[in-house]
């Protein structure tokens, strides 16, 4: 059981629950923050920033640590969301007072000044209105002469590729596929059909990444792994959970060098750059197959 400092008073009640959840979700994996870095995208220092309240985390790093310690992803990112809503609401500004207009008495002018004034200012909001709109007609037609010059509609319709959460290459790395949208367009590079489960090495044309997704029969998958060469590697460790599951993303511009693989039970698969199906070694390590032997069959 870690000792954890106090949260700081100055975090608000949705940002100390969120904490606490992330505390709690630490303590149930048993590992220490250098497990847990080598276990996600981030670093053990952001993993005691997150931990200690002292960094609202990014939406993937509490994706990465639930999968990490097999929690129900819903309810935690509910937890995220309101925590996030809370950090970044806009203040809300005071009502500015109406000034009340002064007697006429106090303007020194007689009722037809007054009403001389009011229809020159009449005058005034007519000719801003004319000019107004003759600006925004000049406007309107500089932008469709630009569109027509790039040869673009000047109403392009917005795609996929758009979306708020998109990604490409290195900047999707670390993430899951469904949030950025990069499952769109994924195709499977590769399939490996064993006993028990079906992998696949997934690859998004648009996102430029690769992953891995393993389809059990029954049960659930304990480890979903990719690679790409002999270093880059990331791993959801997803501890038997039932049904469809998903490697991080890793970019890539060489398929060639891409390997997914995952463990189901006393079996593990690998489709891509090698192909293989083998018992699961006695061990409970992180490597499945570890470094050397992906070094040894990708010569």
Known sequence: MSRWRPLPDSLDTDAQRLAEELRALKERTGLSLDGLARKTPYSKSAWHRYLNGEKLPPRNAVEALGQVAGADQESLLAVYDAAHRARTAPLATPPVPPTAPLPAEHTGLTAERTGWARQLLRTAGVLRTVGALVALTALVATMGAAAAIVEIPARAARTDGDASHGCHGHRCQGRYPWRPGCNRDARAESTIVDTTYTV????????????????????????????????????????????????????????????????????????????????????????????????????
């Open 200 to 299: 696949r090495l997934r690859f998004s044309p648009s996102c430029g990444t690769v992953w891995s997704e393993v389809q059990p029969r029954s049960g659930g998958a304990q480890k979903v792994s990719i690679w790409v060469g002999r270093d880059a590697r990331l791993t959801s460790h997803t501890h038997g959970r039932e049904g469809l599951a998903v490697s991080p993303m890793l970019a890539t511009s060489d398929l060639r060098q891409a390997v997914a693989c995952a463990r189901v039970t006393d079996r593990v698969a690998c489709t891509g750059a090698i192909e293989l199906t083998s018992p699961a070694g006695s061990g409970d390590g992180d490597d499945f197959p570890g470094p050397k032997f992906l070094e040894r069959v990708m010569r």
